[in-house]
């Protein structure tokens, strides 16, 4: 069973809240700059903001939050997308969360 | 001395698909340099998205990356994604910094500028800091 570090999945709990409470979408990227996975499982087995996407080609659905990896990891790929309307950006470096 | 080794860790990569296609379970690794150069071609529309989204934000988040001093491609990154007409309204980060040297090198990186009016450094962790991430997208939009 796939699972991300609990405070990963608090914090995408914490992003689908925001969006049910705000009833608009989130215009969130997010940028990473790590080698592990735990920001993609959270967002892919959460599912609740619509998806995302790696941006790994010309066709990719401007419609899905960026999930922007200079590591280049190909299942998933630091922290940074967003929604268009007022652009968070994000970066998460899960090796250095102390206690996660 | 150029040579590839092929690392096979992912035994159940690709049994996992991508837009309908299985995974090539051979992954792709980028060491933390600073040059993330030609050989990484492949990853450069990566890259230039994510400059495009820094140069499009306004408010960033910075969690738990101490911007080492080794690992000059943010540095590089953040100088191209700040070219731009873009108002930042936030440059937050969050660390817990004990030793304030992440803080210093953040404000070198961003300038007085940014520093005077978008800039904020709170000591703590990524879970400590998600009701506080809510409170400011909140807030934000």
């Not at chain 1, 080609?57 to 200079?70: K, N, V």
């Not at chain 2, 309204?89 to 961003?110: G, Y």
């Given at each position: 069973?796939?699972?991300?570090?609990?405070?990963?999945?608090?914090?995408?709990?914490?992003?689908?809240?925001?969006?049910?409470?705000?009833?608009?979408?989130?215009?969130i990227s997010f940028i990473?700059?790590?080698?592990?996975?735990?920001?993609?499982?959270?967002?892919?087995?959460?599912?609740?903001?619509?998806?995302?996407?790696?941006?790994?080609?010309?066709?990719?659905?401007?419609?899905?939050?960026?999930?922007?990896?200079?590591?280049?990891?190909?299942?998933?790929?630091?922290v940074v997308?967003a929604?268009?309307?007022?652009?968070v950006i994000l970066a998460v470096?899960?090796?250095?969360?102390?206690?996660? | 001395?150029?040579?590839?080794?092929?690392?096979?860790?992912?035994?159940?990569?690709?049994?996992?698909?991508?837009?309908?296609?299985?995974?090539?379970?051979?992954?792709?690794?980028?060491?933390?340099?600073?040059?993330?150069?030609?050989?990484?071609?492949?990853?450069?529309?990566?890259?230039?998205?994510?400059?495009?989204?820094?140069?499009?934000?306004?408010?960033i988040f910075v969690v738990?990356?101490?911007?080492?001093?080794?690992?000059?491609?943010?540095?590089?990154?953040?100088?191209?994604?700040?070219?731009?007409?873009?108002?930042?309204?936030?440059?937050?980060?969050?660390?817990?910094?004990?030793?304030?040297?992440?803080?210093?090198?953040?404000?070198?990186?961003?300038?007085?500028?940014?520093?005077?009016?978008?800039?904020?450094?709170?000591?703590?962790?990524?879970?400590?800091?998600?009701?506080?991430f809510?409170?400011?997208?909140?807030?934000?939009?």
């Amino acid at each position: 069973m796939h699972q991300s570090p609990e405070p990963y999945d608090r914090f995408v709990r914490m992003l689908h809240e925001t969006k049910e409470f705000l009833r608009t979408r989130l215009d969130i990227s997010f940028i990473t700059f790590n080698y592990d996975l735990a920001l993609d499982f959270a967002l892919l087995y959460q599912g609740s903001l619509g998806g995302f996407s790696y941006h790994l080609s010309d066709e990719t659905d401007s419609q899905t939050m960026p999930l922007l990896s200079s590591t280049g990891r190909s299942i998933g790929e630091y922290v940074v997308d967003a929604i268009r309307s007022s652009h968070v950006i994000l970066a998460v470096s899960p090796f250095e969360v102390r206690g996660g | 001395m150029n040579e590839s080794v092929i690392l096979d860790l992912g035994t159940n990569i690709h049994v996992q698909q991508h837009c309908g296609e299985p995974l090539n379970r051979v992954p792709v690794i980028v060491p933390p340099t600073w040059s993330k150069g030609s050989q990484y071609k492949d990853l450069g529309r990566v890259w230039a998205k994510a400059a495009a989204e820094l140069a499009a934000a306004e408010n960033i988040f910075v969690v738990g990356y101490s911007m080492p001093e080794t690992d000059s491609f943010f540095r590089y990154l953040y100088a191209l994604g700040s070219q731009s007409t873009t108002k930042l309204r936030r440059f937050w980060v969050f660390d817990p910094d004990p030793d304030k040297s992440v803080e210093q090198r953040m404000k070198t990186l961003i300038g007085q500028g940014i520093e005077r009016h978008a800039f904020n450094f709170i000591r703590n962790t990524f879970e400590d800091a998600t009701g506080i991430f809510q409170r400011e997208i909140m807030s934000a939009i």
